[in-house]
C-alpha cells in the first residue's frame, strides 16, 4: 500500500498551484501559492533590472544597461510601428505587459520553477486587463463615437444587423483568444517536454545510455526551441495589445 502511494510524477504535475503560506478570508482561499511566488519573482526581477540599469545611467552602456536599453527600444518601436505616435505614452504599460509575460515563460523553463503563464486564470486577467483599458480609452477619446467600430465601412445597411453582433462578439472574445493562445503554447511545450523527457530516461534505463542519446538529443532541441516560442508568445501579446490601442485611438 505505501509503494502504491509513491507514484511516479505525471506530466500535468508541474502545473499544480500549491499553497505556500495557507490564508482563508471567509470561505475564499487566498493563500500565497507558488504562482504567486514566481508572479513577484518575475516582478522584482524587472524592476531591478531596470533600476539598476537606470542608476548606472552610463554614457558607455554596460551589459546590464545595454539589455534593458535594447528591451525598452525594441517595445517603444514595436508600439510605434503597430499603434502609431499617440500611443507613444502607452509603451511603459506595454513594457511591463510585454516583461512580465517573458519572464514568466522563461523562468518556467529553469528545473524544479513554476510557469504561471501556463494557467489561464492568469494570462486571462491579463487579457482581461488589456480588454478593459483599451475598451475605456476608446470611450474616454470618442466618446458613443467608438460604438462605431462594430459598424463595417462600406457595407449595405441591409447587412448591418447581420454584420454588427458579429462584429461585437468578435470585439468581446478579444480576452478569450488572448489568453487562450498564451496558455495553451506553454502548456503543451512544457507538457510535451515532459513527455519526452521522460521517454529519454525511460529509454537510457531500459536500453542503455548510448541507445537513450537520441532521445536526449531531442530533449536539448525542444528546450531551445520552448526557449524561442517564450519569447514569441510574449512578443505576441504584446503586439497584439498594440494593434487593439490602435483600434481605440483611431477606430479603425
Known sequence: MAAAEHH?????????????????????????????????????????????SVKRGALVPG???????????????????????????FVPFVFTLFMFILLGNLLGMIPYTFTFTSHIIVTFALALTVFVMVTILGIVLHGFHFFSLFVPHGVPKVLLPLLVPIEILSYLT?????SIRLFANMMAGHTMMAVFSGFAVSMGVALGWLVGIAPLLLVIALTGFEILVAAIQAYVFAILTCLYLRDAIELH
Open 8 to 52: 511516479a510524477a505525471g506530466p500535468l504535475e508541474q502545473f499544480s498551484i500549491e499553497p505556500l503560506i495557507p490564508l482563508n478570508i471567509g470561505r475564499y482561499d487566498v493563500s500565497f501559492s507558488n504562482s504567486a511566488a514566481f508572479m513577484v519573482l518575475a516582478a522584482v526581477l524587472i524592476a531591478l533590472l531596470m533600476t539598476s
Open 63 to 89: 551589459r546590464l544597461q545595454s539589455i534593458a536599453e535594447l528591451l525598452y527600444e525594441f517595445v517603444a518601436g514595436m508600439v510605434r510601428d503597430n499603434a502609431g505616435p499617440e500611443a507613444r505614452k
Open 174 to 178: 478579444r480576452p478569450i483568444s488572448l
